[in-house]
């Protein structure tokens, strides 16, 4: 059984940064991809990207593409979520999750951590 606590989010303006972190017990950490979703009021749960178990393969979804970064510290278990460039439309609880072997562009996980808020002002 694998346990996720994130942490992290907050309050911060539009084109500012935040970084995420969601770290990892119970498990062989460097076995698992990682992925983060988020949920906006109202709306469904999205994928906004994973990272794969070995750390070498990164996926995002075109909407935060270039200015979101995963990364993965296996000696730490803990994985990362840099978010650059923040819009308003990010607004949103974020959820890290795993899944054991998977890749970094799968939508299918197993473990679910509870989620940080992050708001993003105008």
């Known amino acids: 059984q694998v346990q996720l606590v994130e942490s992290g989010g907050g309050l911060v303006q539009a084109g500012g940064s935040l970084r995420l972190s969601c770290a990892a017990s119970?498990?062989?950490?460097?076995?698992?991809?990682m992925g983060w979703f988020r949920q906006a009021p109202g709306k469904e749960r999205e994928f906004v990207g994973g990272?794969?178990?070995?750390?070498?393969?990164?996926y995002y979804v075109n909407s935060v593409k270039g200015r979101f970064t995963i990364s993965r510290d296996n000696a730490k278990n803990t994985v990362f979520l840099q978010m650059n460039s923040l819009k308003p439309e990010d607004t949103a609880v974020y959820y890290c999750?795993?899944?054991?072997?998977?890749?970094?562009?799968?939508?299918?996980?197993?473990?679910w951590g509870q989620g940080t808020q992050v708001t993003v002002s105008s």
């Open positions: 999750a795993a899944e054991a072997w998977g890749g970094s562009y799968s939508t299918k996980y197993t473990y």
């Open positions: 119970g498990g062989t950490f460097s076995t698992y991809a």
């Open positions: 990272i794969s178990w070995g750390g070498s393969d990164t």
